[in-house]
Every structure is written in C-alpha cells, then in structure tokens.
C-alpha cells in the first residue's frame, strides 16, 4: 500500500491513462490512488450497486453516494421532450446467481492466496467464516420469520402508527464515510432518544436489521436498552423479518441515515429523515427540518420535484444492468469465471 500510489503514477505515465475506472469508492487501494489520478488530471469514473435495486448499476464521475455531483453539475432539461427513464435489468433468479457468483469468487481467493501474499482485502475473506456466517444467516431467518410477520401484521390492523428504521450494514462506508456516526449504535440512541422525548405517546417506532446482518450480531439487546432507558420499551420494536415495500408504505414515516432503503419510500411519497449525508436530501424531497420536529410533521415529499428528482437520477446515474446476475446472462457463462 505504501507504494501503490507511485506505481499507479508510472502505470499512467506510461499507458497515456485518461480514464480511471474503480468499482467502489472507499476500498484502500482505490483511496489511496484516487488522489493521485485526479491530481494529474486523470477522470475517475466510479461504479457501484445500483441506487435503485434490482436491475441498476450506479456509473458516476467522481463519486458515488454522498460524494456524487452528478445533479448539480447538469442543468435540469427545460423542454417537455425528455430522455425516457431506464427500464431495470432484472433477473428472477438474481440471489441464486449472486450466490453462486460470491462463492465462486471467495473460493478463488482462497484457493489462490498464495500468488498475492500481500493482497489485502476490504472484507473477510476465509471461506469457513462465510459458511458459519450464512448458515446462522437462515437459521435466524427461520426462527424470526412468522413472529416478525405477525408483529408486522397486528401494527397494521390494530396497532398504533408506526415510523419505519431499516438499519444499515454494520461496518457499511455509508456508515463510516457519510455520516458522523460511527456505528449503528450511536444512531440507534439518537433515534430513541428523540422519539422517547418528542414523539406522540401513540406512536410506535419499528426497527428492521439490514437482511446482509442477520449472521451477525443483532441489534435487538441494544435496542430494547436504549428504549428501556428513556422509559419507551413498550413503543419501541425491533424486526428481522419483513417485506420492506409493504413496510414502508404502511408506516407514517421513515427515519434512515443515507440508505438506498430512503429512495424506496420517495419513491411511494413517504416522509423521509435522512441523518446522514445522501444525495437525495433535497428540499421537497425528504424533511428538511430536524428529526425532533419529525415525529410531530412528518411532511410528505412534493410529488412534482420528487418525481422530476428520480426521473434524472435514474437517467444521469444508473446502468441498466445488475452487477451478478443480469437477465439475459447464460447459466453457462457461471462455469466460465
């Protein structure tokens, strides 16, 4: 890593490089040359999952998720003829052909680790961990399912209204690198002690873990301290499972710090409190006041600036295409990688 920015350098000396593509924008090796090629006037186009998901990539220049400019550096189209919006690349077996894409890429790198010593990764890489992870994976899946859904199912028919907390990645970049938060955690606390303070007695607020977090610690003992502590533990709940567009649009809002997870309740026209840095904390878009004033007017997005806001983010952002598993991908070409 010391030395990767002066090779990056001679690399682009010598090939002429105008054009530097990365898949992610906070792994280490990208960090540590992303400077480097901009200080020699070298464009950096980054790629990730898609905003909108399944079916899109996310192609942009300079950044992604809180670094994008791409908004702000296009004029919006003033002419009733516009481009049309991206139809999603998807694929009805897309977990399976993740699945089969991700282990075939672990076993690989394990298999060949010894060819690339030095290499460091961004993640865990051991194989056994994987397995042990996912298999607790399904087991909480199994053992949560039909409580998680029946919780659900009684707040929709006889419970109070409730505000929506899809959870984030533990260790997720949206996390550590665009917000000021540092953990789960922290924000977790912040959220209950807002809600315990200021929101109606009537209300109840749901927290849902992130589906990639199930193998790992839960946040439920967290949670029902911190709601135990601001004497709120009877209005706060926690969820594994659940089906998060029919959660979203039974909820009276939705609190998130800056994940895709905000785009899919703009989408439906929900409030939504954003407390991290995000691209698509705009004004009309989602609630531009303080989360305290949230629970009390959670104001619904402008249906015209929200609609126009998607329509050009899909347009100026997203690569019909799913990074593992496009639709018209053959089976054979699994076999091949």
Not at 39 to 50: N, P, Q, S
Not at 129 to 136: D, H, M, S
Not at 315 to 328: D, E, F, G, I, W
């Amino acid at each position: 890593m010391d030395t990767l920015p002066k090779w990056f350098k001679s690399l682009c000396l010598r090939h002429r490089v105008d054009t530097v593509v990365l898949f992610g924008l906070s792994r280490p090796c990208h960090a540590a040359v992303i400077p480097v090629a901009k200080a020699m006037g070298i464009k950096v186009v980054v790629m990730e999952e898609g905003y909108f998901r399944p079916g899109f990539m996310t192609m942009e220049l300079d950044g992604v998720n809180g670094n994008s400019k791409t908004l702000d550096r296009f004029e919006c189209d003033p002419s009733p003829i516009k481009a049309p919006t991206p139809h999603p690349d998807v694929c009805k077996h897309h977990f399976f052909k993740t699945v089969v894409h991700a282990m075939r890429y672990y076993w690989a790198m394990a298999w060949h680790r010894r060819a690339f010593p030095n290499y460091v990764h961004h993640r865990e890489t051991s194989v056994i961990w994987y397995a042990r992870y996912w298999i607790k994976s399904w087991f909480t899946k199994w053992r949560r399912y039909k409580k998680d859904h029946a919780l659900h199912q009684c707040l929709v028919k006889m419970g109070p209204p409730y505000f929506f907390v899809p959870l984030q990645h533990e260790g997720d970049s949206q996390i550590t690198e665009h917000s000021g938060y540092e953990n789960n955690q922290h924000f977790i606390e912040e959220v209950i002690c807002s809600f315990a303070a200021h929101s109606n007695s009537g209300h109840v607020l749901l927290f849902k873990e992130h589906p990639m977090s199930r193998g790992g610690q839960l946040s439920q003992a967290w949670i029902e301290r911190c709601a135990l502590e601001r004497g709120v533990d009877l209005r706060v709940m926690h969820v594994v499972e659940g089906h998060n567009p029919t959660l979203i649009s039974q909820a009276q809002g939705v609190v998130v710090i800056n994940s895709t997870m905000g785009l899919q309740a703009i989408q439906k026209h929900k409030p939504v409190k954003t407390m991290g840095q995000s691209l698509y904390d705009r004004p009309g878009v989602t609630f531009q006041g303080s989360l305290d004033e949230f629970w009390k007017t959670p104001t619904a997005p402008d249906p015209a600036v929200t609609d126009e806001f998607l329509s050009r983010l899909k347009r100026l952002t997203q690569v019909p295409c799913s990074v593992y598993a496009n639709a018209h991908e053959p089976w054979p070409a699994l076999s091949r990688l």
